[in-house]
């Protein structure tokens, strides 16, 4: 198994076709209200402080963390249908981010904030059992050998996870990618904090679509939905 690239080490296009109109408006006036402002190690970010304020005047319930949220439609859906629960999406592309912004402007979502950059800064930052649920949803499978180490699922990041998934809380992960479909679960098997709850070849009702997912069943291609919970923490 390949090492992890350094944390903050992003692979892969950071932006594709240039910005125009509202995307491009909303990504200029917008991002920064939204952007998650990470502290210097050691510091601790606290999740709930990131939505009180006059953008969120009431603080959340819980806080759900999107690792690499593509074009944003999952977690646009999923902030909107639990206004009660605070939302993190990470994603380093920048014309992914412009997607989301749209998505919130259009249909006033305001418990949604942003890491425009590696998830693993964000996990590193964060304290320990602070975030109630996970989501990796289609992520890139790099598919060649050499560049395992790229993957998320990695016991490195799978570390990271772990220690800021609080005790119960459910990490879902979906790929249509064969490669992935074998090395995820296998991953997440040999991982200590991990059990699997549900493996599913249909997507459940309350996971929202993607448009990854739409271009893989257009191809033919069949997902796997998975539902994993971290374990108890061992009392001190």
């Known amino acids: 198994m390949r090492t992890s690239p350094p944390i903050g080490r992003v692979y892969g296009r950071r932006r594709g076709r240039t910005l125009k109109g509202k995307a491009s408006e909303l990504y200029d006036t917008t991002l920064d209200t939204l952007t998650v402002k990470l502290p210097e190690p050691p510091a601790a970010l606290d999740p709930m402080s990131l939505f009180t304020g006059s953008l969120s005047p009431a603080p959340p319930a819980k806080v759900w963390l999107e690792i690499g949220f593509g074009g ?27 997607m989301l912004l749209v998505l919130l402007d259009e249909q006033q979502i305001g418990n949604v904030r942003i890491v425009n950059e590696d998830a693993r800064l964000l996990l590193r930052a964060l304290p320990a059992a602070s975030i109630d649920r996970a989501f ?73 679509p993607t448009r990854y997912e739409a271009k893989a069943l257009k191809a033919g291609r069949r997902p796997i939905y998975l539902t994993y919970r971290r374990k108890a923490r061992d009392p001190a």
């Open 72 to 98: 944003g439609e999952h977690l646009a859906a999923q902030a909107a249908s639990h206004p009660g629960i605070g939302f993190i999406g990470c994603e380093p592309f920048i014309n992914g981010v412009s």
């Open 136 to 208: 990796l949803l289609f992520p890139d499978p790099w598919p060649k050998r050499r560049h395992e180490g790229r993957r998320f699922v990695n016991p490195e990041a799978l570390d990271l996870l772990a220690r800021v998934l609080a005790d119960g809380a459910e990490f879902r992960v979906a790929t249509d990618h064969a490669i992935l479909q074998e090395w995820m679960p296998a991953r997440l098997a040999e991982h200590p904090a991990f059990e699997l709850v549900t493996r599913a070849e249909t997507r459940p009702d309350d996971w929202p």
